[in-house]
């Protein structure tokens, strides 16, 4: 006579802890390519095929408008329907690029700098650049500047009113007064130049003159009695590991700093305050509703608020998260014991499995009781939606074998539609 033996469904998907004969019931060792709903049963995942076969390929980001693709130094497009790879910026680096969407712009950064998309596909480098090259500066003999010594500094202003770092680019000495001539401009269209200048004998840098970028030359003739110089010690953001946007300013990492834009200038930062120092590597950063997520060599920090100078680090996770593996999601995805509200979570996969950084900085983990994954490993993260499953998949980058695969999924912790 033969038993039947019921054998539990996977509904708590894998379990890499328990010892072998004592797994919870509902649990499995290994579930390789396959999608395990929430009442246990399971199909196969759908296979994949190579659409563009070389080397070097590094980054990838995808949206309605396209995909986008590193591949060495170069950001390259390709098209779905032809294949096609078509290198569309030369980075300068092969470091893999970072993407984020913020205020209507796909920003994009590498060790090489840091770039924006318009919506109507414009591709530009972030933020105003100085002149190129800089103007030179001597004295002439008509103008109303009075007799005195005069610091000379000059910016850029492009046609939606950004204006670049101040640069100063001299000082003249006008014992009997008159102007100051500047030559050397290279003459382009569509912007202005802003020159700056000290009261005679003067410290501190007040607007003079601003005119057309199309000239190659220009006498400033008037006394300094604009606004007085607020770029000053400011530089362009530089290139990174991660961005992201957060309340008015776009944050960078790189190594193991986190800088972070002026208020209402995000393209420029303070080198000397705008920064904070982590430990190690930065691993990732998620802005969410009531701050910013950060994960170094010690785990996960809150940083919150919206004001830089105003956050203190506060210790949400003493887990180390994968490095690049971190993304945000709808909290609408998940049930409500892990996210109370609709607003966007931070997801990261973990040493122990997912986290879920919620809007007011409180990690909930979602496998600790079940994975442990080496947290010297690299990955990639996305939203999934096939069969009416919700999965957030992480594509593992490793150079050797593990004993939990290449591809790890939250199933079945996400919301089903």
């Given amino acids: 006579m033969v038993t039947a033996v019921n054998i539990p469904l996977p509904k708590l998907g894998v379990d890499l802890l328990s010892d072998e004969t004592q797994l919870p019931e509902g649990a499995v060792r290994r579930a390789a390519n396959v999608d395990i709903r929430r009442d246990g049963t399971f199909a196969r995942r759908d296979g994949y095929s190579v659409r563009v076969a070389g080397s070097g390929y590094h980054s990838m980001y995808g949206d309605a408008k396209g995909i986008l693709v590193g591949r060495g130094t170069e950001l390259c497009s390709y098209s779905p329907t032809t294949d096609a790879v078509t290198s569309i910026l030369d980075t300068g680096s092969a470091t893999p690029i970072d993407f984020a969407l913020y205020n ?6 590498n060790h090489g700098g840091t770039w924006r998309i318009s919506a109507a596909n414009v591709l530009q480098r972030a933020g105003v650049r100085l002149p190129n ?3 030179t500066v001597a004295t002439a003999d008509n103008g109303a500047l ?21 640069k100063v680019i001299g000082q003249v000495s006008l014992p009997y007064g008159g102007g100051i001539h500047l030559s050397g401009m290279s003459g382009e269209v569509g912007a202005t130049y802003r020159v700056y200048l ?9 607007l003079a003159e601003e005119f057309s970028s199309a000239f190659t030359t220009y006498v400033v003739t008037r006394q300094p009695d604009g606004a007085i110089r607020t770029s000053q010690h400011l530089a362009p953001l530089p290139g990174g590991d991660f961005i992201r946007g957060h309340a008015g300013r776009i944050y960078i990492a790189k190594d193991d700093t986190l800088r972070f834009s002026q208020p209402l ?4 930062h303070d080198p000397r305050h705008d920064f904070i120092q982590f430990s190690g590597l930065l691993r990732f950063i998620e802005p969410v509703l009531g701050g910013v997520f950060v994960g170094d060599d010690r785990g996960v920090w809150f940083l919150p608020g919206s004001d830089p100078s105003d956050m203190r680090m506060q210790l949400a996770s003493d887990i180390p998260a994968l490095r690049r593996s971190s993304l945000m999601v709808s ?3 998940f049930n409500r014991e892990v996210a109370e509200v609709d607003a966007h979570v931070a997801v990261w996969l973990s040493a122990e499995g997912y986290m879920v950084g919620k809007p007011n900085g409180i990690v909930f983990p979602l496998q600790a009781d079940r994975l442990r994954i080496d947290p010297t490993l690299e990955g990639k993260s996305r939203l999934v939606i096939r069969r009416g499953i919700k999965q957030v998949v992480t594509l ?19 919301e089903e539609i």
């Fill in 396 to 414: 593992v980058s490793s150079s050797r074998p593990t004993q939990y695969g290449v591809a790890i999924d939250t199933t079945p912790l996400i």
């Fill in 331 to 333: 909290g609408a995805h």
């Fill in 146 to 166: 009075a007799a005195g010594k005069y610091v000379v500094a000059i910016s850029r202003v492009n046609a939606t009113g950004e204006e670049s770092a101040t």
């Fill in 198 to 206: 000290t009261p005679p004998d003067g410290d501190a840098l007040y």
């Fill in 104 to 109: 209507g712009y796909l920003y994009f950064t």
């Fill in 265 to 268: 200038r995000p393209h420029l």
């Fill in 133 to 135: 090259p800089l103007p």
